[in-house]
């Protein structure tokens, strides 16, 4: 693994900057799962990579995504269907803080693994179970859901949550699978 940061890293020592250290460079395409708004992956422009495309399977960050980086190839997608992709199109992918998220998470994997090239390189970051794991912000949702609501929508509105937590047409409550009750942590064991 790679531990210094090369002065021509935007980030620091975080995820990003530890994914995008990663990323080997000059190759034919990149796919970055769970893309948000594209700036990781707009980021990689400068390692030389032909193609870069993102996925997500919220609409609103794929549509903010367009209009931000209209070069990269950002595509919205739905939680149950296969990527739209080639198998072994990818010679590098990233998955960055995502699977927590993701109800069906060996079915990802084999799907990644599919649109991988062989001896391609997946980077996959995961948040590290700890003692104050329960304490998880993106957890109150489901531990308090009351209180979550009156916070929410004091916050923002009543109808923003609703269009979030209730009716969201991604299939997501806010950021999590509706199949899926909790915002997951790793032992080491369990990678």
Same mark, same amino acid.
């Given at each position: 693994? &790679?531990?210094?940061?090369?002065?021509?890293?935007?980030?620091?020592?975080?995820?990003?900057? =530890?994914?995008?250290?990663?990323?080997?460079?000059?190759?034919?395409?990149?796919?970055?799962?769970?893309?948000?708004?594209?700036?990781?992956?707009?980021?990689?422009?400068? &390692?030389?990579?032909?193609?870069?495309?993102?996925?997500?399977?919220?609409?609103?960050?794929?549509? /903010?995504?367009?209009?931000? =980086?209209?070069?990269?190839?950002?595509?919205?997608?739905?939680?149950?269907?296969?990527?739209?992709?080639?198998? *072994?199109?990818?010679?590098?992918?990233?998955?960055?803080?995502?699977?927590?998220?993701?109800?069906?998470? *060996?079915?990802?994997?084999?799907?990644?693994?599919?649109?991988? /090239?062989?001896?391609?390189?997946?980077?996959?970051?995961?948040?590290?179970?700890?003692?104050?794991?329960?304490?998880?912000? *993106?957890?109150?949702?489901?531990?308090?859901?009351?209180?979550?609501?009156?916070?929410?929508?004091?916050?923002?509105?009543?109808?923003?949550?609703?269009?979030?937590?209730?009716?969201?047409?991604?299939?997501?409550? *806010?950021?999590?699978?509706? /199949?899926?009750?909790?915002?997951?942590?790793?032992?080491?064991? /369990?990678?």
């Amino acid at each position: 693994m &790679k531990t210094e940061i090369s002065p021509e890293n935007p980030y620091s020592y975080n995820r990003y900057g =530890f994914a995008w250290q990663c990323v080997p460079e000059g190759g034919a395409a990149h796919l970055d799962f769970g893309c948000y708004d594209g700036a990781f992956l707009r980021s990689l422009k400068e &390692k030389g990579i032909a193609r870069l495309f993102g996925v997500d399977i919220s609409h609103e960050a794929v549509c /903010k995504a367009h209009h931000q =980086f209209p070069e990269l190839e950002i595509i919205h997608i739905s939680e149950t269907v296969p990527l739209p992709f080639e198998d *072994g199109l990818f010679t590098s992918i990233t998955i960055l803080d995502v699977i927590e998220h993701v109800y069906e998470q *060996g079915a990802l994997l084999d799907e990644l693994n599919r649109v991988l /090239k062989d001896n391609g390189t997946l980077i996959v970051t995961v948040p590290g179970q700890h003692l104050f794991s329960f304490l998880d912000i *993106g957890n109150l949702k489901f531990r308090f859901p009351r209180l979550h609501r009156w916070y929410y929508c004091r916050k923002h509105s009543r109808e923003e949550y609703e269009c979030r937590y209730v009716s969201n047409p991604d299939g997501l409550v *806010g950021d999590i699978s509706a /199949k899926k009750h909790w915002h997951e942590h790793f032992s080491r064991a /369990k990678l």
